[in-house]
Nanobody
């Protein structure tokens, strides 16, 4: 199991940008597929971006394609989510999560979770 801790959330105006970070501890970092989930009030937690442990391939939910970029820095054991052109609908608690699967997609595929960081997009 890997331990995860998110940071970088905050309040931003629509159209603005934020970069979330997720610091990982507990090796080996490169053996984990890493993902970002978000959960808005009253809604289910959903996977928004993923980077595979197998080959670094990325996946994004349709709503964030072209706006969000997931990346990792293996040397620093850190996962990032660059969020541009933010919309009101992006408001949520964002969680990073880790999986030993190559292409996980469901919550139960990610046994390790961070504590979450709040992203609030205002008009």
């Amino acid at each position: 199991q890997v331990q995860l801790a998110e940071s970088g959330g905050g309040l931003v105006q629509a159209g603005g940008s934020l970069r979330l970070s997720c610091a990982a501890s507990g090796l080996p970092f490169r053996d984990y597929t890493l993902g970002w989930f978000r959960q808005a009030p009253g809604k289910e937690r959903e996977l928004v971006a993923r980077i595979s442990r197998l080959n670094g391939n990325t996946w994004y939910i349709d709503d964030v394609k072209g706006r969000f970029t997931i990346s990792r820095d293996t040397a620093r054991s850190t996962l990032y989510l660059q969020m541009n052109s933010l919309k009101l609908e992006d408001t949520a608690v964002y969680y990073c999560a880790a999986s030993i699967h190559d292409y996980p997609f469901a919550r139960h595929h990610f046994p390790s979770w961070g504590q979450g960081t709040q992203v609030t997009v205002s008009s």
